[in-house]
């Protein structure tokens, strides 16, 4: 079974954020095939029937947040990035809560060297390269 793998990419005028590298395979009107390569991403997990913005969201941002605010063995802050990532497997049936990953790409100078996370329910994932569709837009998936 494969999972939904949602792409946030957040835009904020006020700050840069690195995004992560990828190379766009194939172009449509509003969309694009994206290929990304094999990285380091931070991730938590949580269960919830509205994974974007149901009550365990923001607990699950805040475990991944502290971590790039220097929750982590180096007690180093690591910059923020984007996209922010949702692997979703969706509950049996109406209703039922969705279990997901929630993930941050780690900035691409902490890519080698990478501080462990402190809290446990918090982990860094090694993906392998991926591909996937995506559309940017502004504001908020909604």
Not at 21 to 33: A, G, H, L, R, T
Request: proline fraction near 8%; include cysteine; charge should be negative.
């Amino acid at each position: 079974m494969q999972a939904l793998v949602l792409l946030s990419l957040v835009t904020f005028v006020s700050c840069y954020l690195e995004i992560v590298p990828y190379e766009v395979m194939k172009e449509y009107d509003e969309w694009e095939v994206r290929k990304y390569p094999a990285t380091k991403w931070i991730s938590t997990e949580a269960q919830d029937p509205m994974p974007h913005d149901g009550p365990e969201h923001q607990k699950a941002f805040y475990r991944l947040f502290n971590y790039i605010d220097g929750s982590n063995d180096a007690e180093t802050k690591i910059s923020m990035t984007a996209p922010v990532t949702y692997r979703i497997l969706p509950g049996e049936g109406p209703n039922c809560g969705s279990n997901y990953t929630m993930s941050f790409w780690i900035a691409s100078d902490m890519q080698v060297e990478t501080p462990q996370p402190t809290n446990p329910l918090v982990y860094i994932e090694e993906r392998a390269e991926f591909m996937v569709v995506a559309r940017r837009f502004g504001g908020y998936p909604g």
